[in-house]
């Protein structure tokens, strides 16, 4: 499932519907409960997706954040 492609459709309708509400002055929306859970389901997806993917990238550079950074100080001598 992480590799299925997002069915993003149902969220681009919903931002392009609420640009057109705005553009409208509308000071609202009103949404069938069938588009809501779509809208609900597929942010949720989403959401997880990215979290998920989050996580992995955490993983996979904690490794790497155990690097030795060595630092002299020698009171500003060389200069010139």
Do not use: C, Y
Not at 38 to 56: C, K, P, S
Not at 64 to 73: A, D, G
């Amino acid at each position: 499932m992480p590799n299925d492609k997002l069915n993003t459709a149902v969220i681009e309708s919903f931002i392009k519907q609420v640009k057109t509400a705005d553009s409208s002055k509308f000071k609202e929306i009103r949404l069938p409960i069938g588009q809501a859970k779509d809208i609900t389901f597929n942010l949720a997806l989403l959401l997880n997706r990215l979290h998920g993917r989050l996580e992995d990238h955490i993983a996979t550079n904690q490794e790497s954040t155990s690097e030795v950074i060595q630092i002299t100080m020698d009171g500003g001598t060389g200069w010139k």
